[in-house]
T-cell receptor, first 116, second 113 residues
Framework: GAVVSQHPSRVICKSGTSVKIECRSL??????MFWYRQFPKQSLMLMAT?????????EQGVEKDKFLINHASLTLSTLTVTSAHPEDSSFYIC????????????FGSGTRLTVV | AQSVTQLGSHVSVSEGALVLLRCNYS??????LFWYVQYPNQGLQLLLK??????LVKGINGFEAEFKKSETSFHLTKPSAHMSDAAEYFC???????????FGKGNQVVVIP
């Protein structure tokens, strides 16, 4: 079945530094990738949607200059948290979809980001 | 726009008892409906989905859900809970032509021995 690989699974960084999270679709071409943020004991909050070769579409309230998303190929999307602050600490999850939504979405295993 | 309601953030069930998680949605067009399970510090795993056709959908790990259009519901059930079912469960909705998923707030399932 469809597999999405996300790494790193955990990362600790210092305030002010940048962190890159990768999301790869291993056995299918993802026409669209999604990035979510999840706070403890809460649901997933969609941050942005990216289509291969296009600029990402950010949800209202998400700073696009802080959360840089690149979707350079049909199998790779990256999220870079720039100038990270402790309040950026969270669980970030990517998801990839193939063609129509009826095919469903495959989620990565998530990245626990801790900014100290 | 689509939205999903999941009531009861925490659900406790005895081992061997019925698991019932309720999901109601709102959508202006026929929806695609999903149930996902999330274990601690992991991504979401698809349990089952409804797109078209048979309204009773069977998924993995013994779970099933029934799409009831008249009730705008997609409740998840499992006849007999197992300790390994302890996890967070999310109901989600999307629709053809709009590939965004809308999630419910989730249900934390606790299985009591």
């Amino acid at each position: 079945g469809a597999v999405v690989s996300q790494h790193p699974s955990r990362v600790i960084c210092k305030s002010g530094t940048s962190v890159k999270i990768e999301c790869r679709s291993l056995d299918f071409q993802a026409t669209t990738m999604f990035w979510y943020r999840q706070f403890p004991k809460q649901s997933l909050m969609l941050m942005a949607t990216s289509n291969e070769g296009s600029k990402a579409t950010y949800e209202q309230g998400v700073e696009k200059d802080k959360f840089l998303i690149n979707h350079a190929s049909l199998t790779l999307s990256t999220l870079t948290v720039t100038s990270a602050h402790p309040e950026d600490s969270s669980f970030y999850i990517c998801s990839a979809s193939f063609r129509q939504t009826a095919y469903g979405y495959t989620f990565g295993s998530g990245t626990r980001l801790t900014v100290v | 726009a689509q939205s999903v309601t999941q009531l009861g953030s925490h659900v406790s069930v005895s081992e061997g008892a019925l698991v019932l998680l309720r999901c109601n949605y709102s959508s202006s067009v026929p929806p695609y409906l999903f149930w996902y399970v999330q274990y601690p510090n992991q991504g979401l795993q698809l349990l089952l989905k409804y797109t078209t056709g048979a309204t009773l959908v069977k998924g993995i790990n013994g779970f099933e859900a029934e799409f009831k259009k008249s009730e705008t519901s997609f409740h998840l059930t499992k006849p007999s809970a197992h300790m390994s079912d302890a996890a967070e469960y999310f109901c989600a909705v999307s629709r053809y032509g709009n590939n965004r998923l809308a999630f419910g707030k989730g249900n934390q399932v606790v299985v009591i021995p």
